[in-house]
């Protein structure tokens, strides 16, 4: 089993315009976790990361939790075999 892979996630709940985006992107660079968070129209935020296998545990955890204003009330994810981005970007 590889110690790196990817995780594709949607978040659900109260998850814009409470900095999500940019909470899990300051969670990712302190966890050396590469990939993207962005915005969907129908109100959630869809996660991409990458990194070592337990950091990237760490940051589901955290995704399920949110910054302090947030309200997730789901996330779904899919374990994806890793890929290599070069840094953490909000969109």
Not at 10 to 15: A, I, L, P, Q, R
Not at 42 to 61: F, N
Request: with cysteine; aromatic share 8%; proline share 3%.
């Amino acid at each position: 089993m590889s110690d790196q892979l990817c995780i594709h996630c949607y978040v659900s709940g109260k998850v814009q315009g409470v900095w999500y985006r940019a909470s899990t992107k300051t969670e990712a660079d302190k966890l050396g976790i590469c990939g993207f968070a962005r915005n969907l129209p129908d109100g959630r935020v869809e996660v991409h990361a990458c990194g070592e296998r337990t950091k990237v545990m760490q940051l589901l955890e955290w995704l399920k939790r949110g910054p302090r204003l947030a309200n997730v009330t789901e996330v779904t994810v899919d374990v994806l075999p890793f890929e290599s981005h070069q840094n953490f970007r909000v969109s």
